[in-house]
């Protein structure tokens, strides 16, 4: 098995350094090393502490001469001095002597030209065994020249002090541009790995005229491709992975003047209450060769229980891409036909599917919006707004214009479809007498949407949210399109649904600089 010599980095004396090892090597490590069990169908299985999420609070951008005007700085983008980051970077470097480690040499990107090499440096097993599902895998002769563009150093067992470091706790993420390093300190959560890509990714793509996106992405059997928008529980990685069509990738996408590409080889799929009838793709994934975090599992039978959200409602799966039948490899694609937005309306006012204008679609993109539901988080007991900025927030480094812009750019050259579908609640809010929308709906009402059927119907203006609402869908009983009608009490809809709106338009007061058309577009309070 090939070792590799960390010098250059500072680490010295390493007991030992496995590059690129295989998935036996690296589960058996993991198990040995006390970091997982298997499950039933072999997959690892762990539980990351502290730590069941990202930590946004903890994220930290370096400030450094050469990215100082570009970056968004603000409570997302957070600044740290120089010194700081050299001084963790002296702490993790030594935290990593005489220890083994894992090295992961991957790309970011699956179009060759847009293309970045990514090592990362791993204190557990299990967390390199995730990111080398979740990178696009080189063939051994790329490995021969690989030569990192940037490096991410990963220690869950190395605490921060924020007294002396500058940080807010014992977990720190940290991007240095200049220095082309990620540090990720004192939690074990996989996802700040994989998330630290992607947002070195939204820094350096748009300044090469790649439009990057926090979406999932398929393909039809005719090669048209579609686009899928939507924060966590919205639906996003499940209604993309269809088995009528081709997956190209189910988070992370690139769209260049050549189509689109996936920025990953892999998933990360939330499997809170998962089921092999709803979600049967993914339901296979869970088998060797993926990593299972913070689902309860039996320690006898090894069985998991999707339905335990005990330790985490954020509990996760993460695998190679190819795990999924019908996979376009490699994950590129044409420019898209269709664009979808999901949003999990927790209120149920919100139209289950509406056609945007291109000022309309730039208005929600930068919106990002869906609700928390009630009973999901400590202390939320009604349905409660989230809106996270072009559906990435926490990851992109640059201003929002300058994403909304791209999107525009591209529905102008390309001719885009774009539409929003609410995958949430109807005849009510989530918190009274509401009923999550059928899959079966939701189903019908995007296969609508990507096979054209949508664009032969009727529309008419929805007066609050300022979409267009067909008439009829097929599939789908024409009373359910109009959610005022599956209301009892009217006027409680009408309240509800203002409400909403006035959300909407305050989260938008934000955005200074918005051209007018956009504002416009935006819902009516």
Excluded at 41 to 63: E, H, M, N, Q
Excluded at 380 to 385: C, F, I
Excluded at 403 to 429: F, Q, R
Excluded at 472 to 477: R, Y
Aim: with cysteine.
């Amino acid at each position: 098995m090939e070792t590799l010599n960390l010098d250059y980095l500072g680490i010295i004396n390493p007991t030992v350094v496995y590059r690129n090892a295989t998935i036996p090597f690296l589960t058996e490590r993991a198990v040995a090393k006390g970091e997982g069990i298997l499950s039933e169908t072999g997959a690892l299985c762990v539980y990351t502490g502290k730590y069941t999420g990202r930590s946004p609070d903890d994220r930290f951008i370096v400030d450094e001469p050469s990215v100082h005007d570009l970056i968004d700085w603000g409570k997302v983008n957070v600044p740290l001095a120089p010194a700081k980051f050299d001084n963790l970077y002296s702490k993790i470097t030594a935290f990593m002597q005489k220890r083994e480690l894992f090295v992961f040499d991957g790309y970011a990107g699956a179009d060759p030209d847009y293309r970045v090499k990514i090592r990362v440096v791993n204190e557990l097993a299990s967390e390199n065994l995730f990111i080398h599902q979740l990178l696009i895998r080189p063939t051994e002769e790329e490995l021969k020249t690989f030569e990192p563009d940037f490096t991410i150093l990963a220690a869950p067992g190395l605490k921060a002090v924020p007294e002396l470091d500058g940080v807010h706790s014992e977990a720190a993420v940290v991007l240095s541009f200049e220095k082309k390093t990620v540090l990720v300190i004192g939690t074990q959560y996989a996802g700040e790995i994989k998330k630290s890509v992607f947002s070195l990714m939204n820094f350096l793509m748009p300044q090469r005229g790649v439009f990057t996106m926090h979406c999932s992405a398929n393909m039809g059997k005719d090669g048209d491709t579609a686009l899928f928008f939507g924060l966590s529980g919205t639906g996003k990685t499940t209604l993309s992975a269809d088995p009528e069509r081709y997956l190209i990738g189910d988070d992370e996408h690139g769209w260049s003047d050549k189509g689109t590409f996936n920025i990953e080889g892999g998933c990360y799929a939330k499997c809170i209450n998962l089921s092999k009838e709803n979600e049967p793709q993914i339901w296979d994934a869970i088998k060797f060769g993926a990593l299972v975090e913070n689902v309860v599992i039996d320690p006898d039978t090894r069985k998991l229980d999707f339905d335990d959200g005990s330790i985490t409602e954020n509990t996760r799966v993460g695998y190679p891409v190819d795990f999924i039948p019908n996979t376009v490899i490699p994950g590129v694609g044409g420019h898209p036909k269709t664009v979808i937005f999901l949003t999990a309306d927790a209120f149920g006012v919100m139209p289950p599917v509406s056609k945007l204008t291109r000022e309309g679609a730039m208005y929600h993109f930068v919106t990002g919006y869906t609700a928390r539901l009630a009973g999901t988080e400590r202390g939320v007991t009604t349905p409660q707004a989230t809106f996270s900025t072009c559906f990435g927030a926490p990851f992109l480094p640059l201003p929002a214009s300058k994403y909304a812009a791209m999107l525009g750019e591209c529905i102008d050259k390309h001719g885009s479809n774009v539409y929003l579908v609410n995958t949430g609640w109807s005849g009510g809010p989530a918190s009274g007498s509401g009923k999550r929308m059928k899959i079966k709906y939701t189903r019908a009402m995007v296969t609508a949407a990507l096979n054209g059927g949508l664009e032969k119907e009727e529309w008419e203006l929805d007066p609050v949210f300022n979409v267009l609402v067909p008439k009829h869908c097929e599939g789908v009983p024409d009373e359910v399109l109009s959610p005022k009608n599956t209301w009892e009490d009217k006027a409680a809809y009408d309240e509800t649904a203002k409400h909403l709106a006035g959300l909407f338009v305050k989260n938008f007061e934000k955005y200074k600089g918005m051209d007018k058309a956009i504002v416009d577009a935006g819902p009516k309070a």
